[in-house]
């Protein structure tokens, strides 16, 4: 293995590990405060930081969009990840609503067919199945405790593939930072506008009123892991390829089911653990079966709504 190869290996793992860290701070938020309202500031404070970055570094010419509709469509989708997610996770345990999550290749392999015109070969079918026995598997037992609510890490994993398939279509339109900063500054409109009408449903845990420091506080430091977990995928995908760093991104279970445990008690049982490693095992196949035919510096959509 090259430098460069381990080196990116490195950067992209801390970054991957990062993320599920920031996933286990907005879990302790639960029942303090609407998990719409934990999304909205979250990302009201990370736009505003990208932003200001942008601005520094590029200018007002930063700001103008190739095609802003796109960047529109980015934001909504991370927006609809992220609420989604975050919802799941004051819910049901860290590692559970992880797994779930993990099928979004699955949903990028299939929903590129129609969306991008690429052509859907047998082995997607193939492994979606193997993916829908290990979702079944996690799900039989949190739809009976949960009922719709073990649906959102579905949902959130759907939501993020078509943001990846967007990311796609925006390639070259754009710095990284510049798409890295349109994608939270389009989200943070639908993520606050989610947490008014939340609140306006009169649901009690949906409510927003004035957020203790604590909250504010960690919504912040997600905000900061996030974004720098982000440049570190980021980095680590251009010293060693998307191809070589793209297993690693699983480290997220490792860590969240590390993290469930240690701070919240939580031991998934033999049937989340089965299904994830079903789910995971379908990952990789399907990378290990496309890693050869992407460019080995492309960057992808490697990392969560968070």
Not at 49 to 56: H, M, Q, T
Not at 138 to 145: Q, V
């Amino acid at each position: 293995m090259q430098q460069d190869d381990r080196s990116g290996l490195l950067l992209a793992a801390s970054g991957f590990a990062s993320l599920s860290v920031g996933d286990a701070i907005v879990k302790t938020m639960a029942g303090e405060w609407s998990p719409l309202a934990v999304a909205a500031l979250r990302f009201s404070i990370g736009a505003m930081g990208l932003a200001f970055l942008l601005f520094i570094k590029e200018g007002r010419s930063g700001f103008r969009p190739s095609n802003p509709w796109l960047q529109v469509g980015r934001g909504a989708c991370l927006a609809g990840a992220t609420l989604c997610f975050f919802s799941a996770i004051f819910a049901m345990p860290l590692a559970t609503a992880m797994a779930l999550a993990f099928v979004s290749p699955v949903f990028v392999a299939i929903l590129s067919g129609p969306l991008l015109g690429e052509k859907v070969r047998p082995l997607v079918w193939v492994v979606s199945a193997i993916a829908l026995c290990g979702v079944a598997l996690i799900l039989r037992p949190n739809l009976a405790a949960l009922g719709m609510v073990a649906l959102l890490p579905l949902a959130s994993a759907a939501f993020f593939a078509l943001m990846v398939i967007m990311n796609r279509a925006s390639a070259g339109q754009g710095s990284s930072l510049s798409m890295q900063a349109f994608i939270a500054l389009w989200a943070t409109p639908f993520l606050i506008a989610a947490a008014a009408i939340g609140h306006l449903s009169g649901q009690p845990n949906l409510a927003v009123g004035m957020p203790d420091w604590s909250v504010v506080a960690r919504c912040a430091l997600v905000a900061l892991t996030a974004s720098s977990a982000h440049w570190l995928a980021y980095l680590g995908t251009m010293r060693a390829g998307a191809a070589t760093i793209a297993p690693v991104t699983y480290i997220q279970m490792l860590v969240a089911t590390t993290l469930g445990y240690a701070l919240f008690g939580d031991v998934p049982d033999l049937a989340t653990f089965a299904g994830a490693g079903i789910i995971i095992g379908a990952g990789l196949l399907l990378w290990s079966r496309t890693a050869a035919r992407a460019p080995s510096n492309e960057p992808s959509g490697l990392t969560g709504p968070k």
